[in-house]
């Protein structure tokens, strides 16, 4: 009798660790399920959240620009003697070069895009220079080092560029400050020290 008593003794205690194993490994699993399917569950609401954000922003400031009805070239003061105008190479960025008023890669016009005040790029662009350019609208834009012709229907407010003043700013503060001595524009981003132009309206040139 005490025999038996001893081997289901025995038969119980080893039982015990082997379920509470088992009850351990289940509970495991059901955590590790419940953590993916809460990390899945953020990561998609976070992508609606960035997708609605950039479709509002495009709806806010809207998609196709309406001419103003002046067209400009730029002198910058105390710009490069001889190339004081402001000009627009092949791959979009901005120099100073020979004043010629009658020359689209001189010309800008202010002008709007929905409730946003832009300045429209007057020249046109070629794939192999700028795709991105091609067929589309471009405006003075900010990259966020540098002024430059963009897609109007890419840029968020902050980084349109308008004619303000005698100053090229943006909104979000950044001014263009001079040019370096390869004649190509400077930027400060604090907006503390920035260039000035004059400006003299011309008959826009056909891109």
């Known amino acids: 009798m005490k025999l038996l008593s001893l081997v289901l003794l025995a038969v119980g205690v080893s039982a015990v660790p082997r379920h509470r194993f088992r009850l351990h490994r289940t509970s495991t699993a059901v955590a590790q399920a419940t953590t993916a399917a809460t990390t899945a569950a953020t990561t998609a609401a976070a992508a609606a959240t960035s997708t609605a954000a950039s479709t509002d922003?495009?709806?806010?400031?809207?998609?196709?620009?309406?001419?103003?009805?002046?067209?400009?070239?730029?002198?910058e003061v105390n710009g490069v003697p001889g190339n004081e105008c402001l000009t627009f190479r092949n791959n979009g960025e901005i120099v100073d070069a020979a004043?010629?008023?009658?020359?689209?890669?001189?010309?800008?016009?202010?002008?709007?895009?929905?409730?946003q005040d832009v300045l429209l790029v007057q020249r046109s662009?070629?794939?192999?220079?700028?795709?991105?350019?091609?067929?589309?609208?471009?405006?003075?834009?900010?990259?966020?080092t540098h002024f430059k012709a963009l897609p109007c229907d890419s840029l968020a407010a902050d980084d349109f560029v308008t004619f303000t003043g005698s100053e090229l700013v943006?909104?979000?503060?950044?001014?263009?400050?001079?040019?370096?001595?390869?004649?190509?524009?400077?930027?400060?981003?604090?907006?503390?020290?920035c260039a000035t132009f004059t400006s003299m309206e011309v008959a826009p040139v056909a891109a």
Not at 57 to 75: E, K
Not at 125 to 144: E, I, K, M, Y
Request: negative net charge.
């Open 99 to 115: 004043c010629v008023d009658d020359a689209a890669d001189r010309q800008i016009t202010p002008s709007t895009l929905g409730s």
């Open 125 to 144: 662009f070629t794939a192999g220079f700028r795709p991105d350019l091609v067929g589309v609208q471009a405006c003075v834009g900010s990259n966020g």
């Open 170 to 193: 943006t909104s979000g503060g950044a001014c263009q400050s001079g040019h370096d001595d390869l004649a190509q524009v400077t930027v400060d981003t604090t907006g503390q020290t």
């Open 57 to 75: 922003t495009a709806a806010a400031v809207g998609s196709t620009v309406t001419r103003g009805d002046q067209t400009l070239v730029l002198t």
